[in-house]
C-alpha cells in the first residue's frame, strides 16, 4: 500500500495561522491577565511555545507555559499495551482561577481534548479552558470543539494528517497522508 502525502500549511502558513490564533486569544480573553497555556504532548506543547511568544511580541509579557500528559487518561488504556510510555505533565503554576488554553496540534474525534481536560482538572479548577489547535480535521466522537483554529481541513478516516517540528521544535509544515 502506497502513501501519498501533500503539503497543506508550508512554515509561512503556521506562522500567519498562529499570528491570527494569538489575536483571537488576545481579543477572546481581553488580554493576558490570568491567562496561561497548556500544551499537550507532544506536538501541542511545541505550539504553545510558539503561540507564547507571538503573544509575548504582541503584549509585551510572558506568558506561562506547561505541559500535559495524556496517556494515563485515555479511555482506550485497556485496549493498549500494558506498558505505554508515560510522558511528563509540567504544570509550574497554579491553575486555580487561570484562563487556561489547551493546545494541540490536530483535533480529530476529541478523544483526546477530553482526555486532556480530565489531567487539568487534576492541577486544580481553571476559571475556563478554552482550545486551540493548528488543524480540525473533523470526525468527532465527542461533543467537543475548538475555540481557536489555524485551519479546517476535512478528511476522510483513512487520511492522517501530521505536523513536522524541525529540530529545535518549530513547526514546518502540515502534510496530509492518503494510504
Given at each position: 500500500?502506497?502513501?501519498?502525502?501533500?503539503?497543506?500549511?508550508?512554515?509561512?502558513?503556521?506562522?500567519?495561522?498562529?499570528?491570527?490564533?494569538?489575536?483571537?486569544?488576545?481579543?477572546?480573553?481581553?488580554?493576558?491577565?490570568?491567562?496561561?497555556?497548556?500544551?499537550?504532548?507532544?506536538?501541542?506543547?511545541?505550539?504553545?511555545?510558539?503561540?507564547?511568544?507571538?503573544?509575548?511580541?504582541?503584549?509585551g509579557v510572558k506568558i506561562p507555559v506547561g505541559s500535559v500528559d495524556i496517556t494515563l487518561y485515555r479511555d482506550d488504556i485497556k485496549t493498549q499495551a500494558a506498558h505505554l510510555p508515560v510522558g511528563k505533565t509540567e504544570i509550574p503554576f497554579s491553575t486555580e482561577?487561570?484562563?487556561?488554553?489547551?493546545?494541540?496540534?490536530?483535533?480529530?474525534?476529541?478523544?483526546?481534548?477530553?482526555?486532556?481536560?480530565?489531567?487539568?482538572?487534576?492541577?486544580?479548577?481553571?476559571?475556563?479552558?478554552?482550545?486551540?489547535v493548528l488543524i480540525d480535521r473533523g470526525h468527532r466522537e465527542l461533543p467537543i470543539r475548538a475555540d481557536f483554529v489555524g485551519r479546517n481541513v476535512p478528511t476522510s478516516r483513512k487520511e492522517n494528517i501530521q505536523v513536522r517540528f524541525d529540530s529545535g521544535d518549530h513547526p514546518v509544515e502540515v502534510f496530509l497522508e492518503k494510504n
Open positions: 500500500m502506497s502513501t501519498e502525502a501533500t503539503v497543506i500549511l508550508d512554515g509561512v502558513g503556521i506562522k500567519r495561522a498562529l499570528t491570527r490564533i494569538a489575536h483571537e486569544i488576545l481579543e477572546r480573553n481581553k488580554g493576558v491577565t490570568d491567562l496561561v497555556l497548556v500544551g499537550i504532548r507532544t506536538g501541542g506543547i511545541h505550539l504553545a511555545r510558539e503561540l507564547a511568544s507571538r503573544l509575548e511580541e504582541i503584549e482561577g487561570k484562563r487556561v488554553v489547551l493546545v494541540d496540534d490536530v483535533l480529530f474525534t476529541g478523544r483526546t481534548i477530553r482526555a486532556a481536560m480530565d489531567a487539568m482538572m487534576d492541577h486544580g479548577r481553571p476559571q475556563y479552558i478554552q482550545l486551540a
